[in-house]
């Protein structure tokens, strides 16, 4: 879609200039006039730097955060809901969420709620926050609402880059390592090796077995990129299978330390996100089958699901979860406390918080104790690569002499 330039008064008579993507020049002088202002110049651009290029996530999730507390605060300062959309057009360094702040104000100027206009737009707006809006215009707490999501967004962020750097540290730490062997044996080595069967004598053990995977390598590297390569795309083929998704879920969570971070976190997860929907009063089992679509774990989701089951015929939500080994009997019993004594809300938020802590403490034990136990096998492995050379080096300095 073409981006235009454009020159004109705004309702206030004030001279204004800004973007708008459009198919043609009449689409684009409409989509002005209804935003109140009279176009006096339009021309479409051609320059690179408007034209649109988006590499992974939609939006940012520090950029989101800012929208919707910037929403909430121009909303609580009075300001409309359509002229708050339009300050923040000009505002969002996000062109994939700005274009979308174009559509929902078309849809404001024509009488659509603000939720509606949101859906229009699912990669970027979640049924979670769209949810959480109907139901602010409903209270008119709509400004409330929004600070609360990007508070929760805020922390959900947080708490997913703890887990992702404790994972990843040891994983790009243990690839730099195979990397480094790979690359020692498929170039020093060989260049020692003519050396060594000048000897005439037999090597030591460890010297013969560097030797030979490095001959290994060299002639058969293919094998381990072909198995790299056909690894990674069973693993993608199988995440998008819920069945065999279900089974690599189970197996994470089972992994000694990894597993109770990922365990622990989810349940943070789920817990803050159904306080928060309690909180903003959005019926308990709409607020279940939006938390099934919020959490990664498909274990988790399963019992969940289960649990909104149960509570639709009448039965507790816990029934499934004490059932499963993945809800500890602490988070059981504190949804057990809030469903006796109408708090459900404030024991999630609890759930939610005490987990929240648990997760950043294990992930500062985790990398504490992975970066010396990394660096130890690093150094083992290219110790024992460099000692597998040295030997046969000094036994042939004891001959010479």
Not at 357 to 371: F, H, M, N, W, Y
Request: with cysteine; net charge positive.
């Amino acid at each position: 879609m073409p981006l235009y330039l454009y020159e004109g008064r705004n309702s206030r008579g004030e001279l204004c200039e800004g973007k708008v993507k459009a198919d043609s020049t009449k689409e684009a002088t409409q989509r002005l006039r209804k935003r109140g202002i009279k176009v006096m110049q339009l021309q479409e651009s051609k320059s690179l730097f408007y034209r649109e290029i988006q590499v992974g996530r939609a939006v940012k999730p520090t950029q989101f955060v800012l929208f919707l507390r910037q929403l909430a605060t121009l909303i609580r300062a009075g300001v409309t809901i359509v002229e708050a959309i339009r300050i923040l057009i000009d505002q969002t360094e996000s062109r994939t969420l700005q274009h979308a702040l174009e559509k929902i104000e078309e849809e404001l100027r024509q009488g659509h709620p603000l939720s509606k206009a949101m859906a229009q737009h699912p990669r970027i707006f979640t049924p979670l926050i769209i949810n959480m809006v109907k139901a602010g215009e409903a209270s008119g707490t709509l400004d409330d609402t929004l600070d609360r999501m990007a508070t929760y967004y805020e922390k959900q962020h947080r708490l997913r880059q703890k887990v992702i750097s404790a994972l990843t540290y040891p994983v790009a730490v243990g690839i730099f390592a195979i990397a480094v062997i790979i690359f020692l044996l498929a170039t020093v080595v060989p260049m020692f090796a003519d050396m060594f069967l000048q000897f005439g004598s037999e090597l030591p053990a460890i010297t013969q077995f560097v030797l030979d995977s490095s001959a290994w390598i060299q002639m058969y590297w293919w094998i381990i990129a072909i198995v790299i390569a056909t690894l990674y795309t069973v693993l993608c083929l199988l995440k998008r299978n819920k069945t065999s998704k279900y089974y690599l879920d189970y197996a994470k969570l089972k992994l000694p330390i990894v597993g109770k971070i990922i365990q622990k976190s989810q349940i943070s997860r789920m817990s803050s996100t159904l306080s928060s929907l309690f909180v903003s009063s959005v019926p308990i089992l709409q607020a279940f089958a939006i938390v099934e679509e919020v959490l990664d774990n498909e274990v988790m989701v399963q019992l969940i699901h289960k649990s909104r089951h149960s509570l639709g015929s009448g039965e507790s939500i816990t029934v499934p979860l004490k059932s499963h080994w993945v809800f500890p009997p602490m988070v059981t019993q504190m949804i057990a406390i809030g469903e006796q004594t109408g708090t459900l809300d404030q024991m999630l938020d609890k759930v939610a918080q005490f987990y929240e802590t648990e997760v950043e403490q294990a992930t500062e034990r985790l990398q504490s104790l992975i970066e010396p136990t990394m660096i130890i096998f690093l150094a083992v492995i290219v110790g024992t690569i460099v000692l597998s050379i040295m030997v046969p080096m000094f036994e042939l300095f004891n001959q010479i002499n």
